[in-house]
């Protein structure tokens, strides 16, 4: 599994600490607002995991999941939710966590879905951003890091569902998924 990545980009030191930093700024604009923390499965699970233990405040979870249609590297914008919420948003300020924004197609679709749901305030925390690829005008309210157009694992992200377990993120060689 190691020897498929080419690059490590960021350390488990360096992923917590910035975990810690973001989970600190919540914690203070969500004082008193009970938000519903929302996990986009399954590439933002261990994201969350750790990110919830970083606020402080009373919250909720929640998890959904969603497929894009398109090949594994690359997102179609046509989405379909496989698992939905358990709760209504309705009302509720919302916190969407997501593992990564690239083109921002499956971001979008999700917003939409929720605001049609009447949710009080929406929003997203993405621990990566691939600006570069963004095909529609979406920033993440709150973000990790911002890394260059490279696919990368680890930390919950896959590639055909491998690598999730890794504790750091790299940069996957690209000669693992180009053939
Ligand atoms: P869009 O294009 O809709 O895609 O913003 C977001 C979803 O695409 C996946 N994705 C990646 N997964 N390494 C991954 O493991 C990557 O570099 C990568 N780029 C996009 C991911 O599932 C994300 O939620
Ligand atoms: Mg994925």
Do not use: W
Request: charged fraction near 25%; charge should be negative.
């Amino acid at each position: 599994m190691l020897n498929d990545i080419q690059e490590v980009l960021y350390s488990e030191e360096e992923l917590q600490a910035k975990v810690a930093e973001l989970g600190a700024q919540l914690s203070v604009e969500y004082a008193d607002k009970n938000p519903l923390v929302i996990c986009v499965l399954k590439g933002a699970f261990i994201f969350m995991s750790d990110l919830v233990q970083n606020i402080t405040v009373p919250l909720e979870l929640d998890f959904m999941a969603v497929s894009s249609y398109g090949s594994s590297t690359k997102s179609s914008g046509v989405v379909k939710i496989l698992k939905d919420l358990d709760v209504p948003v309705e009302g509720r300020h919302v916190i969407i966590v997501e593992d990564i924004i690239d083109s921002g197609l499956t971001l979008s679709y999700l917003i939409d879905v929720l605001e049609r749901r009447n949710a009080l305030s929406i929003a997203v925390v993405a621990l990566f951003d691939k600006p570069k690829r963004r095909t529609v005008d979406l920033e993440p309210d709150y973000k990790g890091f911002t890394i260059p157009d490279e696919f990368v694992v680890g930390y919950g992200l896959d590639y055909a569902e491998k690598y999730r377990n890794l504790p750091f993120v790299g940069i996957l060689k690209p000669e693992i998924y180009s053939h």
